[in-house]
């Protein structure tokens, strides 16, 4: 708390508008908010990505998911391993998915071949949802 009234006492200083009526209490609670995202949100979450292509070209998917994701959210994006427990599972075919017996038990997102726009969308949403779920339940009480 003493860094966050000392934050808000420089930004005061900068301009007079910090200092407007209600503006400290907002501060304070933004401020809050923003330290306890970067000081809890350590937690990575693990996508698998099914799908019929080979290695070279899921090599190019993952790494544009990668770099799309990252810059929003602490994920790491791997080819699809049973053996392996996933966040949410992106495939570009539901047909495999089926075969392989991939329950519904977390997300199953189909996505075109190289990602699209609306899926992207789609995947922020769920992993915003994830992100939320687990800041309701494990940041501390201030």
Partial sequence: MKFIHVVISRLQRLSTAFSAPGAEAVLTERLTMTLL???????????????????????????ALNEQMTANFNVVVTNYDSTQSYDIILTTSMEMADLMGIKNDL????????????????????????????????????
């Fill in 107 to 142: 997300p199953l997102i189909q996505m075109q071949d190289f990602g699209t726009g609306s899926d992207f969308v789609v995947l922020y949403w769920y992993l915003d949802t994830l992100v939320s779920g687990y800041l309701r339940t494990d940041l501390p009480e201030l």
């Fill in 37 to 63: 995202l970067l000081r809890h949100t350590r937690r990575q979450y693990r996508i698998g990505l099914l799908t019929s292509h080979d290695l070279p070209v899921n090599y190019y998917l993952r790494k």
